[in-house]
Every structure is written in structure tokens, then in C-alpha cells.
Antibody, heavy 123, light 106 residues
């Protein structure tokens, strides 16, 4: 079945960087874009951006532009998200999720989701 | 950016109730609107896609409607496992989420 498995929890100091990985299985990796979404404790969902593993390009939310980079390893079916200059407000669970298309229609949706990676930023 | 406004932010209900959550978009998004359920400590999961299509495996008590700027998620005959948070999300221009609606036990 289609599955996304993320790397483990991270504890970082303010000003540091973090890299979270997401390994895909059960489908043709290059055929689907991958998005990143985060959720601060007790808060809602926030979209960070997406990457197209087939060509390696990415689109980032303006809120994270310049501070986040997505990358892909098509040989291992892994996408990664690196967030730099961490602050305490970046403490959140980070999710990868596949961009799926409605068959015969232009609409897209997120399915499935990774299990989430908790990133804690604390001195 | 397209803003999505959900209402209410939270609601209290009982098993067997009918519940409706509303999502309003700041501009026309046709039917580029999805709904997700998130249980505590879990990743979100897709419930409804393209405004009104039930995801495979989702219970038929969930239904979605609307187009343009006004959308609804309705749960009929609320079950214990439905007490969770629900998010709308648009895919018309990049991606954004509503702020969420928490369905709590009355």
C-alpha cells in the first residue's frame, strides 16, 4: 500500500538547522509531488510548500521562503525538508503528504500523510 | 493568498447528533476543496475531496457540499470515533487550510 515513513524526532537549539526525511513506498515516486505541512502544539495545519521529485523543483510558501529547502533522492524514494535559522516558534510536528489528483478532474488532494516528525527548538 | 474561514471553531455534540461545519473561501475556488479528519496525536486523513466526493473507506455518514466560496461538511449520526478536529483545505491556488473545527463531547 502507499506509505510515507518519516525520520525521528529532533531537538535543536535556536539558530540551528533541521533536516526531516520522508521515505515513500507503494507507488511510482517520480509521478507525484510531495508537500510539507506543519502543526505547532495545539494549533492548526500550516502549508510549507511542495516539491516535484521528477524534476527537482520546488514551490515554497512565502512565510518560509529563503529559510526552507526541499530535496529529493529518486534512487531511494526519499524527499527531505531542511529548515534553517530555527526559532522556538518552529517547534511543531512536520508532515510530508503526497499530492494526489482526482481522476479525470483537475482537483488535487493530500493522501496519504506521513506519521509526522516532532521538531523541538529549545535552548 | 486564498483565505479559508471555518465555523464554528469548536462545537459540542452527542453521539447520534447531526453536525455541520462550514468553510468559506476568500475568493471563488470552484470545487477545489478537501476535508480532513485529525484525531489527537495522529496525522490528518482525507475524508472528502473535490468538495463532495467521499474518500474510499470513509464512512457514508460523512458528506460534503458546496462550490465557489461556500462549503459544508456534514456528519449524520455522530459516532464516538468522530470526536476529532476537521480541516478544510483548498488546492485552487497553491494550498491553504482552514483554522480547524474541534468536535467535542457534550
Amino acid at each position: 500500500q502507499v506509505q510515507l515513513v518519516q525520520s525521528g524526532a529532533e531537538l535543536k537549539k535556536p539558530g540551528a538547522s533541521v533536516k526531516v526525511s520522508c521515505q515513500a513506498s507503494g507507488y511510482t515516486f517520480r509521478n507525484f509531488a510531495m508537500h510539507w505541512v506543519r502543526q505547532a502544539p495545539g494549533q492548526g495545519l500550516e502549508w510549507l510548500g511542495w516539491t516535484n521529485p521528477a524534476i527537482g523543483d520546488a514551490t515554497y510558501s512565502q512565510a518560509f521562503q529563503g529559510r526552507v529547502t526541499f530535496s529529493s533522492d529518486t534512487s531511494a524514494n526519499i524527499v527531505s525538508m531542511e529548515l534553517r535559522s530555527l526559532e522556538s516558534d518552529d517547534t511543531a510536528v512536520y508532515y510530508c503528504t503526497r499530492d494526489a489528483k482526482v481522476v479525470g478532474s483537475p482537483e488535487n488532494y493530500f493522501d496519504p500523510w506521513g506519521q509526522g516528525t516532532l521538531v523541538t527548538v529549545s535552548s | 493568498d486564498i483565505q479559508l474561514t471555518q465555523s464554528p471553531s469548536s462545537l459540542s455534540a452527542s453521539v447520534g447528533d447531526r453536525v455541520t461545519i462550514t468553510c468559506r473561501a476568500s475568493q471563488n475556488i470552484d470545487t477545489y476543496l478537501n476535508w480532513y479528519q485529525q484525531r489527537p496525536g495522529k496525522a490528518p486523513s482525507l475524508l472528502i475531496y473535490a468538495a463532495s466526493n467521499l474518500q474510499n473507506g470513509a464512512p457514508s455518514r460523512f458528506s460534503g457540499g458546496g462550490s465557489g466560496t461556500h462549503f459544508t461538511l456534514t456528519i449524520t449520526d455522530l459516532q464516538p470515533e468522530d470526536f476529532a478536529s476537521y480541516y478544510c483545505q483548498q488546492s485552487y491556488i497553491i494550498r491553504t487550510f482552514g483554522q480547524g473545527t474541534k468536535v467535542e463531547v457534550k
